[in-house]
């Protein structure tokens, strides 16, 4: 495995499940993880933090807290959950997430999404993210 330290990841929704997956996965590959959540006092947060996450207060409905957390970090990944947020919100969030990267000059992003890609299923969950993507 290819030593990784000194590499910065910001992963948004740290907290949640697939979020969370990256953190531990990426901590375990060397990398330097900022784990973004909007509740840095809650449970899931402080074990991050024990495992060697730099846990950051962002929300990815606030464009200012994603750039200041993107400072210096070399990847982003990203994930929104448009089931919890609902739909609407997902596309804003995706949206600002890709705005902070762009505005920071992060040179990866990942977006976590699902569905078929490429066209329009009709299938709200798996649309939205066709649409984050473009």
């Keep these: 495995m290819k030593d990784q330290s000194g590499?910065?990841?910001?992963?948004?929704?740290?907290?949640?499940?697939?979020?969370?997956?990256v953190c531990r996965?990426?901590?375990?590959?060397?990398?330097?993880?900022?784990g973004l959540t909007r509740n840095p006092d809650g449970k899931p947060a402080k074990e991050l933090?024990?495992?060697?996450?730099?846990?950051?207060?962002?929300d990815m409905e606030d464009p200012a807290s994603l750039r200041q957390a993107f400072d210096g970090v070399d990847?982003?990944?990203?994930?929104?959950?448009?089931?919890?947020?609902?739909f609407d919100r997902e596309l804003v969030q995706g949206r600002n997430v890709a705005a902070a990267a762009a505005d920071r000059e992060v040179s990866h992003v990942v977006y976590g999404s699902a569905g078929p890609g490429g066209e329009r299923t009709g299938?709200?969950?798996?649309?939205?993210?066709?649409?984050v993507e473009s």
């Design 7 to 21: 590499r910065i990841i910001a992963v948004c929704g740290a907290t949640g499940r697939q979020g969370g997956a």
């Design 25 to 34: 996965s990426m901590i375990r590959r060397s990398w330097t993880v900022k």
């Design 49 to 58: 933090a024990g495992l060697g996450v730099e846990v950051v207060q962002a």
């Design 75 to 86: 990847g982003v990944y990203s994930v929104q959950n448009g089931l919890k947020a609902g």
């Design 123 to 131: 299938v709200e969950s798996w649309d939205v993210k066709i649409v």
